[in-house]
């Protein structure tokens, strides 16, 4: 089994910044990709971004721009840089890794599911 652990959300005004980390632990070697969904209150969950074993890169359209993942596979984790916040990106955050190499834009893709870490976006 693999554990995530998300960390560093938290209140933001809009326009602010926030980053996301996520540590993993347990069989981390039985997992490649990672990424981030997300899910608004009363909205369906959706994807933000994702990165590959090699470091590609899926972002969701919504969030290009905005948003930058990176990882540190040393460390077995997985950061979330998130700028110029808006209001509507208000949510809960979670990490989400899978024993697959590439990004995917999937969540039932994933095998693994941090317990999320909310964001709130203040106007």
């Known amino acids: 089994q693999v554990q995530l652990v998300e960390s560093g959300g938290g209140l933001v005004q809009a326009g602010g910044s926030l980053r996301l980390s996520c540590a993993a632990s347990?069989?981390?070697?039985?997992?490649?990709?990672m990424g981030w969904f997300r899910q608004a209150l009363g909205k369906q969950r959706e994807f933000v971004v994702a990165i590959g074993w090699r470091s590609s890169t899926a972002y969701a359209d919504a969030m290009k721009g905005r948003v930058t993942i990176s990882r540190d596979n040393a460390k077995n984790t997985v950061y979330l840089q998130m700028n110029s916040l808006r209001p509507e990106d208000t949510a809960v955050y979670y990490c989400v890794a899978r024993g697959g190499y590439g990004a995917s834009f999937t969540a039932n893709e994933y095998d693994y599911w941090g317990q999320g870490t909310q964001v709130t976006v203040s106007s």
């Open positions: 347990g069989r981390t070697s039985s997992m490649y990709a």
